[in-house]
C-alpha cells in the first residue's frame, strides 16, 4: 500500500481526533499510522495519559474549536506533569498559517501533503527530540501507492489544480500539478462500495496533463468501467464540482450515459466578468450561462456556487450576481451562496471582506426564506459583521 515502513512498528500509542469535517483527510494518513481515532473529545481526554502523539486536521472554520481543545490539553498536561502527547497539526489551516499552529500549542506543523512526511516525522520522533517544527509535507507522486481506509467512499481521484484563484487554498496545499489516481485503481478501491463519489478539484479534468482542458477519453474510459461496478455513480457533485467551462456537449453526454446524477455542481463564484478577472477565476459568465443551459438541454440540475463579499468587491458587482442568480432560479437551477472568507495561504488571506449593501442583503434574505438559495452566506455575514 505505500513505499515508507509503516510508523506504526514504532511501539508508540498514537492518536486521531476525528471529526466529520476531517475524516477524508484522517482515512489517507491512518492506514499509514494506525492508532486510535478519536470522535470524542472527552474520551480523547480520559486516554490522554496513555498518548505519545496526538494528530489533528483542520480547516481555518474550525480553528477556534481546535484552540479550545488544545488549551484544554495544555492545561491538563501542565496540571499532571506530563511531557506527552507530542502534538502534531496538519491541514488547510495550519498548511496555509504554521505559525499560528504554532502558537495554538502544537509541537510541530506539517506544511501541504502528509502521507510521507507525517510517518517519516513519526519515525524520527522515536529516536529523538527535532528542533524544526514547522515541516514541508513531501509531494506524492503516484496517488496509488496510497490506498485509503476501509477503503470509504469519496475517493480521491485527482490532486493539485492548475488554477489561481485568489480566494482558494488549494494550489497552494497541493500544488498547481495535476496527479491522477489510476482507472485500474479506482474501480478497485470502489469495487465493494454503494454509492460512489469521488474528491477532485473538478471532475472533469480527471485524466488531464495538465488539468487546464479535459481529457474526454479518459473520462469515458474511467466512468464507463466504474459504471460496471455495483451502486450509484455520481461525478461532477458534492463533495466535488466541476468548473464551468468543463461543461461541454461531450462531458455532460458521459455524465448522462454513465452516472446516476440529478444534479451537476459548478462554480460561477461571481457573476460579474471584472470581478471574475480581478479574483483570477479563470472563466467568464458566459461560461457560467452555457454550463446552466446545457444542464438544462440534457435534464440535469445546475447547482451553483457563489461568493459575496470579494475585496474590491461594489454594488454593480453584487447586482450582476443577483441576476445571475436569478436566471438560475429561472431555469430551476439551485444556487448555494457564501460570504467571503480570507483564507491564510491564499492571495487574500490578509483582505477583509467588503460589507453588502442593504438591498443586497433584503434580496438574499428573501430568496433563502422561500428555499431558492441555500448556503451559509448569512452565518458567514453576521459572524464577520459581529464577531
Request: hydrophobic share 35%.
Amino acid at each position: 500500500m505505500c513505499p515508507i515502513s509503516n510508523a506504526n512498528d514504532h511501539n508508540l500509542n498514537i492518536g486521531f481526533r476525528l471529526t466529520s469535517k476531517n475524516r477524508y483527510s484522517v482515512s489517507k494518513l491512518y492506514p499509514l499510522i494506525g492508532g486510535k481515532l478519536f470522535k470524542d473529545f472527552n474520551k480523547l481526554i480520559s486516554n490522554i495519559e496513555d498518548l505519545d502523539i496526538l494528530i489533528y486536521s483542520f480547516m481555518t472554520m474550525q480553528r477556534d474549536n481546535v484552540l479550545e481543545e488544545i488549551n484544554k490539553i495544555i492545561q491538563i498536561k501542565k496540571e499532571k506533569e506530563l511531557e506527552k502527547p507530542i502534538l502534531i497539526a496538519g491541514g488547510p489551516h495550519p498548511s496555509g498559517n504554521p505559525k499560528d499552529a504554532i502558537n495554538m500549542g502544537f509541537d510541530y506543523v506539517i506544511v501541504g501533503e502528509g502521507e510521507i512526511t507525517l510517518p517519516k516525522l513519526i519515525n524520527k520522533l522515536k529516536k529523538e527530540k527535532i528542533e524544526e517544527r514547522i515541516i514541508i509535507g513531501e509531494r506524492v507522486k503516484n496517488l496509488d501507492e496510497y490506498n485509503e481506509i476501509y477503503p470509504m467512499t469519496p475517493i480521491e481521484i485527482t490532486r493539485g489544480c492548475p488554477f489561481n484563484c485568489r480566494f482558494c487554498q488549494t494550489p497552494q496545499i497541493f500544488g498547481k500539478e495535476v496527479r491522477h489516481r489510476s482507472i485500474e485503481n479506482i474501480v478497485k478501491l470502489v469495487k465493494n462500495m454503494g454509492d460512489l463519489r469521488f474528491i477532485t478539484p473538478n471532475a472533469f479534468c480527471y485524466g488531464s496533463k495538465d488539468g487546464l482542458k479535459p481529457n474526454i477519453e479518459k473520462l469515458e474510459r474511467l466512468l464507463r468501467e466504474l459504471s460496471k461496478v455495483k451502486g450509484r455513480l455520481f461525478f461532477g457533485t458534492f463533495p466535488s464540482e466541476v468548473r464551468p467551462e468543463f461543461i461541454k456537449k461531450e462531458t455532460i453526454e458521459l455524465v448522462v450515459e454513465y452516472c446516476d446524477n440529478k444534479y451537476l455542481h459548478f462554480g460561477a463564484q461571481s457573476g460579474s466578468d471584472e470581478m471574475l478577472r480581478y479574483i483570477r477565476r479563470g472563466h467568464t459568465v458566459d461560461d457560467v450561462l452555457n454550463a446552466i443551459d446545457l444542464c438544462v438541454e440534457y435534464g440535469l440540475i445546475p447547482k451553483v456556487d457563489f461568493i459575496f463579499g470579494f475585496p474590491n468587491e461594489n454594488e454593480h458587482h453584487r447586482k450582476e450576481s443577483i441576476e445571475l442568480i436569478k436566471y438560475i432560479i429561472k431555469k430551476n437551477g439551485k444556487v448555494h451562496a457564501h460570504y467571503f472568507m480570507p483564507l491564510p495561504g491564499t492571495y487574500f488571506e490578509n483582505s477583509s471582506p467588503t460589507p453588502l449593501d442593504k438591498e443586497t442583503l433584503k434580496i438574499l434574505g428573501k430568496l433563502a426564506q422561500k428555499g431558492l438559495i441555500s448556503g451559509s452566506w448569512g452565518y458567514q455575514y453576521m459572524k464577520n459583521v459581529n464577531p
